[in-house]
């Protein structure tokens, strides 16, 4: 009985060795396979793979803090504005009619041409995803419009100043605009897409300044000149929306379409200056609160030359509401006495065509972007 009971158990710490020695050949078989899993990752890491901390095309790390630094960005821009009515005089004609006297009315417009105009960009990458940038655009624009009366004519112009026959008439109109944004930029990319978007939001802050002036002289004498001023200023929220097309297997050629909005409030200071020689002199100066909505597209295409260099081209349209102001009265009360009783008084010698009140931009522009 003893003799078995030392067999059995000789023969359970033999099992018990060998199920040992077993297990920890299956352990060390399991260290060899990870061993080698780590090394294929090692040598797929080295053959030029960046490391995971790196990483920024893949969507997890999209927004990972890897691509840090400055940027900017200038646009040539070739500009024209343009204002739903700016009308520099009015020109009455008398004619025969089928019942008396005819008097027919033409208004001189005051038609900006293309000009030069620069915009710079300064921004600095939080991140893939995100920028901060700041920008300014400066504009001086003017143009001018002349005139002389027949003998049956007489040209009247918006402070109700009256040019008779053997007067000349001289106009001149300026707009000088300077625009500060700050946005802060957020980017929805993937690299698997042909398509991105990017919005911002931001601060506006804009000063626009308006000049007339229209002055009627006889024989190298002035007759009468009118001054009018506008100079605003104003504040608001500012937000834009870009769309991107990627074109290509190399993705350098893409498409875009950008809108942009914003809500500006300033303070309104408008002078009147008057004078007739000879006569009297009168002024206005008057001063409110305006808020002005602003609208803005563009359209254009764009070459990636390298990875710090961006050109783009396209067309650009910009509306400032209750900025396309006229004013003025064309009053004709005094035509009789100037005339000599050739054209009868007439309260308003020009009829507004358009309420609409806007101060427009549109033009093309030529933009390089780098980064740093």
């Known amino acids: ?43 797929i890491s080295d053959l030029g793979g960046p490391p995971a901390s790196t990483a920024c095309d893949t969507l997890a790390s999209c927004c990972a803090p890897c691509r840090q630094g400055f ?7 070739a500009v024209r504005t343009h204002f739903s009515e700016a009308v520099a005089f009015a020109t009455l004609t008398a004619g025969p009619g089928p019942q008396g006297v005819n008097l027919g009315v033409a208004a001189s417009e005051l038609n900006f041409d293309y000009r030069s105009s620069v915009a710079v960009y300064f921004g600095y990458h ?26 049956n004519q007489a040209i009247v ?16 109109a300026a707009v000088r605009l300077n625009v500060w944004d700050l946005e802060y930029f957020r980017h929805n990319e993937n690299p698997t897409w042909p398509a991105s978007i990017s919005y911002s939001a931001g601060l506006r802050f804009a000063n626009v300044n308006q000049f007339y002036d ?49 809500l500006l409030v300033g303070k309104n200071h408008i002078t009147t200056d008057v004078s007739v020689t000879g006569q009297f002199t009168g002024g206005q100066d008057s ?13 254009g295409a764009s ?25 003025g009265t064309f009053s004709g009360q005094n035509l009789p006495a100037a005339t000599g009783g050739t ?20 033009g093309l522009f030529v933009r390089a972007e780098y980064n740093f």
């Not at 023969?11 to 899993?37: H, K, P, Q, R, Y």
């Not at 940027?71 to 821009?77: I, L, N």
């Not at 112009?157 to 001149?172: H, K, Q, V």
């Not at 608001?236 to 297997?249: E, K, N």
């Open 1 to 43: 009985m003893n003799a078995r009971c030392s067999n059995l158990i000789g023969l359970l710490v033999s099992c018990a060795a060998l199920w040992t020695s077993s297990a920890v050949a299956v352990e060390n078989s399991f260290a060899g396979i990870s061993d080698t899993t780590d090394g294929v990752r090692q040598s």
């Open 71 to 77: 940027f900017g960005a200038a646009d040539y821009r």
């Open 126 to 151: 939080l991140d893939n995803c995100s920028d901060i940038r700041f920008s300014y655009w400066h504009l001086d624009t003017s143009t001018g419009v002349s005139g002389a009366a027949a003998p």
């Open 157 to 172: 112009d918006p402070f109700g100043n009256i040019a008779p026959f053997g007067t000349n008439i001289d106009t001149s």
């Open 214 to 262: 229209s002055t009627i002289s006889a024989g190298g004498g002035v007759v009468s000149d009118g001054i009018f001023r506008v100079n605003w200023f104003g504040v608001g929220p500012y937000s834009s929306l870009t769309g991107r097309l990627w074109l290509g297997q190399s993705g350098r050629l893409s498409c875009f379409a950008r809108g942009a909005a914003a």
């Open 287 to 299: 001063g409110r609160v305006l808020v002005v909505p602003v609208l803005e597209s563009e359209l």
């Open 303 to 327: 070459w990636q030359v390298s990875d710090y260099l961006r050109l783009s081209a396209g067309y650009f349209v910009q509306a400032w509401f209750d900025m396309g102001v006229s004013g």
């Open 343 to 362: 054209f009868p008084p007439i309260q308003n010698v020009f009829g507004a065509a358009d309420d609409s009140s806007i101060m427009a931009f549109e």
